[in-house]
């Protein structure tokens, strides 16, 4: 018997969902509709190099490729592979990370983000996340049924997070920090004396660190960032890292997680990590098999790319600066920059007027959480320069006719 369509109820998604925001690809939708329309965008929204002049280097895809012809299309270890594993610790190493007890390999640094914090918050607990925010760590926090917490990031201090803040928000449920360094959206990079405090308060208040570093080797000028595990040998501090930004093969979905500190500490923790790992049998097996490649071999390609994107950002800058309304910290590492702009409107409101009208696509700062009151958008500064020139005139002719 066939039901008729009244007696059809709507199927609800969860409604923890509703905390869930995931601004990028919802802009993405409405920019497809105008391709639809035949317009061609300027893409300045999402952070993948490979739609850009940025290629894969050529011995990681035969690594892969060899693993395969090879035969290593089975299941693999739920840890990872023994040969990536240990090519991590010794960057890890490398990178004065002491007290190393696991390391294990994910789809993507998402994967292990999922992974860890499921395996250590409660429903009730909360976790300090970051704001302005890479959304994914509020999303899964969401999905756990923690409450938020989030800690601000203070634009008129190179947007370094502020302490202050965090000492307010600190509560008897709070079970651990995220630090994005260098930083999504803002580009930040964080001195060493914000993270030696960064892991003084950690120590204090017993929290574990996620220590997101996916952007590490893509330091534009300036100090190379310390590894916040690096100043913290005591502390229990989960390094996310992977090869999807610096070694662009973001769509193979390699990253892994290093867990330090006191190994007795972080015992039942692992423990809880371990069974989940094992739980999702295991990460991408094939591509595996390039993280040592990328890890030891060549890394000539990452000169190639800090200097493309130098130029990209000092372009970026200079443009914000130049245009009214608009206002900006350079940023010193990864390929986003977050400026402020000043006008009367929703960001989001902005963003999608420029959109139809300029058909330039950047993300309202809403998308990713921002000090009340501010407004903001994110600038990928991944296109090439002629792209970025038409996208900045376009911007500037937008405000000009709207907010003169
Ligand atoms: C700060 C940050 N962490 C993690 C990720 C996700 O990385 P992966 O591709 O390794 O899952 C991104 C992707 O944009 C990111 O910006």
Redo the contacts with the bound molecule.
């Keep these: 018997m066939s039901k008729s369509l009244d007696n059809l109820h709507a199927v609800q998604a969860a409604a923890r969902l509703e905390r869930v925001r995931y601004a990028i690809r919802d802009m993405a939708v409405l920019a497809e509709q105008l391709v639809r329309e035949g317009k061609t965008i300027l893409p300045l929204n999402i952070?993948d190099p490979l739609n850009f002049d940025f290629h894969t280097p050529p011995h990681l895809i035969a690594a892969v490729e060899k693993a395969m012809r090879d035969g290593r299309n089975g299941y693999g270890p739920s840890l990872g592979i023994p040969e990536a594993a240990e090519a991590i610790r010794a960057e890890a190493e490398r990178k004065g990370i002491r007290n190393v007890q696991s390391v294990f390999l994910t789809?993507?640094?998402?994967?292990?983000?999922d992974i860890c914090l499921t395996a250590l918050v409660n429903a009730g607990e909360n976790v300090l996340t970051p704001c302005p925010e890479?959304p994914?760590y509020s999303a899964i926090l969401a999905k756990l049924g923690t409450q938020p917490n989030s800690y601000l990031l203070d634009e008129k201090n190179a947007w370094e997070p502020d302490l202050e803040d965090i000492g307010r928000k600190l509560n008897s449920g709070t079970r651990a920090i995220v630090v994005?360094n260098p930083?999504?959206p803002t580009g930040a990079v964080y001195s060493r004396p914000t993270l030696e405090r960064l892991a003084e308060l950690a120590r204090q208040y017993n929290l574990v660190i996620f220590a997101?570093e996916?952007?590490d080797k893509l330091i534009l000028d300036g100090e190379l960032p310390a590894s916040l595990a690096n100043l913290a040998p005591d502390v229990p501090v989960v390094t996310?890292n992977?090869?999807?930004?610096s070694y662009l093969v973001?769509g193979w979905?390699?990253?892994w997680g290093v867990v330090s500190g006191d190994a007795a500490s972080v015992k039942p923790y692992l423990e809880g990590i371990h069974q989940l790992l094992r739980a999702r049998l295991c990460s991408n097996h094939p591509q595996q098999y390039a993280v040592r490649p990328a890890l030891e071999g060549p890394q000539d390609h990452l000169i190639e790319v800090r200097a493309k994107l130098r130029a990209r950002r000092d372009l970026t800058v200079r443009a914000c600066r130049t245009t009214p309304r608009l206002s900006c910290v350079a940023p010193r590492g990864?390929f986003y920059a977050f400026p402020r702009i000043d006008i009367p409107d929703s960001d989001e409101q902005f963003v999608k007027r420029l959109l139809v009208e300029k058909h330039v696509l950047m993300v309202h700062g809403t998308g990713f959480g921002q000090a009340p009151g501010s407004k903001h958008v994110r600038i990928v500064f991944l296109p090439d320069e002629a792209t970025l020139t038409r996208a900045y005139e376009g911007l500037r002719a937008f405000i000009a006719e709207h907010y003169a």
Aim: proline residues 4%; neutral net charge.
């Design positions: 952070g789809a993507g640094v998402s994967e292990a983000l890479y994914l994005s930083n999504n997101d996916i952007y996310f992977g090869l999807s930004k973001p979905r390699v990253g990864a």
